[in-house]
């Protein structure tokens, strides 16, 4: 396989610049199994696509206000600091634009007061040391501005803040969100619960590595970035007891289906925490989901190359084409699609 089997044309007027004033008014494609039509609904219909049983998953991981500024000590160049990762002992391990790449040992002065040591360096991401006179989590709430992806060509505003948040976000430590999951309000978690649905959260802390293009043309060479996960024994049980009632599983995000598919042996979910890498390709078979609620992806991107191989990748970029056609809103702020997995 090659990376541009996964293109497609996108009009950049189509790609999202700011939410909707309703999370649950976005729109939502409906992609069934095989050759049946495709249907054009609004992510508030979901629940007349689920049944009494059914088990949603959502991911729970909470964004962190993870872009600084700041400017070299001595030199007093511009710095752009996008954190990766937070570590222990008010470190971290972060993406860091500059004019000349910053060495070991030097110092970045930041705007919102003090400074990130740098003691390292792992590939394009550098790892810092921060002393800001506190927990570094705690002074990121205030001193932090939201990282908004590189295609939302705005500086965030003050209703970014929420609105880049999942309403059920718990678990701080991403620095993207899980974007599948903005599209839930309070109402429509209420439907879905009047309607029998049940829900059941794992962790996924994306990385800012979601956001780096595959640099190879053979997809089989690329190398995918690390990402922490949790599944929890608690959501184990439930996706046991909902395969043995006859529901079906629902994951809402590929982040969800990443975690899943990681903790999975031989067909079957256990409890995980830890580091993955897993890269999902069509010929990969899912079985942790029957269906997918996902957003529109990036051409050429692994989170396309893993939509294609749960639905098809012929089914996925026929799907793709309807959405431009019909002019569906694309990326992180932008519309849906719920698939069905494939045989």
């Not at 939302?152 to 948040?165: F, K, L």
């Not at 084409?321 to 809103?329: G, I, K, Q």
Request: aromatic share 8%; hydrophobic share 40%.
């Amino acid at each position: 396989m090659k990376k541009s089997d996964f293109s497609f044309d996108l009009p950049r007027e189509l790609i999202a610049q700011a939410p909707l004033a309703e999370r649950s008014a976005s729109r939502m494609l409906v992609v069934p199994r095989g050759g049946a039509s495709l249907d054009d609904r609004y992510v508030r219909d979901l629940p007349g696509f689920l049944d009494p049983g059914d088990l949603l998953v959502f991911n729970d991981t909470r964004v962190i206000p993870a872009r600084l500024f700041g400017r070299k000590r001595g030199s007093g160049g511009r710095v752009e600091i996008l954190i990766e990762r937070l570590l222990p002992g008010e470190e971290a391990r972060a993406q860091v634009g500059a004019s000349k790449t910053p060495k070991s040992g030097s110092v970045i002065e930041l705007d919102a007061g003090g400074v990130a040591e740098v003691i390292g360096r792992d590939g394009s991401f550098h790892h810092l040391r921060f002393h800001v006179g506190g927990p570094l989590e705690s002074w990121l709430a205030t001193a932090g501005r939201m990282p908004l992806p590189p295609y939302i060509q705005r500086e965030p505003g003050s209703d970014d803040a929420e609105r880049y948040q999942t309403v059920f976000a718990r678990a701080s430590g991403a620095v993207a969100a899980p974007t599948a999951g903005l599209h839930f309000d309070q109402p429509l978690l209420d439907a879905l619960r009047d309607r029998g649905v049940d829900f059941g959260h794992v962790t996924l802390h994306v990385g800012a590595g979601t956001f780096q293009p595959m640099r190879v043309d053979d997809v089989r060479e690329h190398r995918m970035h690390s990402e922490w996960i949790d599944v929890g024994t608690a959501l184990v049980q439930k996706v046991r007891r909902t395969r043995a009632a006859g529901g079906r599983v629902v994951a809402v995000g590929t982040t969800v289906v990443r975690a899943m598919e990681s903790a999975t042996v031989e067909g079957e979910l256990h409890p995980f925490a830890g580091e993955t890498s897993i890269f999902i390709v069509p010929g990969y078979r899912i079985t942790s989901a029957d269906l997918l609620l996902t957003n529109f992806h990036l051409p050429e991107s692994t989170l396309l190359m893993l939509v294609s191989a749960f639905a098809g990748r012929e089914r996925v970029l026929a799907a793709y084409a309807h959405a431009v056609r019909e002019r569906y809103r694309f990326f992180s702020y932008g519309d849906a699609m719920l698939l069905t997995a494939h045989p």
